[in-house]
């Protein structure tokens, strides 16, 4: 069984500095790690993602996450917060290998930008 | 154009009555998804599919149907609505071991 905790529900930052948003994962094989984003009243679209390639991932937006297996963490990181950043995060863990039930998601992490 | 589209997009029914959510997709993903997102619940697993005419269910799958007759569609029904049921809805698709995309997203209340 895989599972998703994000450690934070809220997160508030001022703008110009940087973002934490902090996950653990927990997956009995090597999981796919996704980071999306969800607007108020839009769907989920997709900030990057991690497939046993590169430790360290770029998204879009300037966001960028870094898989540490000893840790069985992918927190996702931005140097300098802008306003429109200000939305829902999920982490999310896929491991198509444990059973085909779908991707499983954190609780969401909420981003407050503070002007 | 390319893409998931959801339909509709905002639907009130009264509860008893049956309500299908429509999904479809131009990509021949293999992989389908439905899923609610309730608030302080994030989203959940109602039913997925990995192949036409093949589906399973996810975490809150009681009182939904699903089918998957074409590739590109994946409709859910909500049999018998109840007021439990009012949530946003979320159609995904994906093929293996790559990212999912989603819809819009479908608002659904239930009175």
């Known amino acids: 069984a895989q599972s998703v905790t994000q450690l934070d529900s809220h997160v508030s930052v001022s703008e110009g500095t940087p973002v934490l948003l902090r996950c653990n994962y927990s997956?009995?094989?090597?999981?796919?790690l996704f980071w999306y984003v969800q607007h108020p009243n839009k769907g989920l679209q997709l900030l990057l993602k991690?497939?046993?390639?590169?430790?360290l991932v770029k998204g879009i937006n300037g966001f960028e996450a870094e898989f540490k297996k000893s840790e069985t963490s992918f927190h996702l990181t931005k140097p300098s917060a802008h306003m429109s950043d200000a939305a829902e995060y999920f982490c999310?863990?896929?491991?198509?290998?444990?059973?085909?039930?779908?991707?499983?998601f954190g609780k969401g992490t909420h981003l407050i930008i503070q002007p | 154009d390319a893409g998931i589209t959801q339909s509709p997009r905002y639907k009130i029914t009264e509860t008893g009555r049956q309500v299908t959510l429509m999904c479809h997709q131009t990509w021949s993903h293999s992989y389908m998804f439905w899923y609610r997102q309730d608030l302080g619940h994030g989203l959940r697993l109602i039913y997925y599919?990995?192949?036409?005419?093949?589906?399973d269910k996810g975490e809150v799958p009681d009182g939904y149907v699903v089918s998957r007759s074409k590739t590109e569609n994946f409709p859910l029904t909500l049999e018998s609505a109840t007021r439990s049921q009012t949530s946003v809805y979320f159609c995904?698709?994906?093929?293996?071991?790559?990212?999912?995309?989603f819809g819009q997203g479908t608002r659904l209340t239930v009175v």
């Open positions: 991690y497939t046993s390639a590169a430790t």
């Open positions: 999310v863990v896929s491991d198509l290998r444990g059973g085909a039930d779908g991707l499983t």
């Open positions: 995904a698709s994906r093929d293996r071991d790559t990212e999912a995309f």
């Open positions: 997956s009995s094989y090597s999981p796919s």
């Open positions: 599919s990995a192949a036409a005419d093949i589906t």
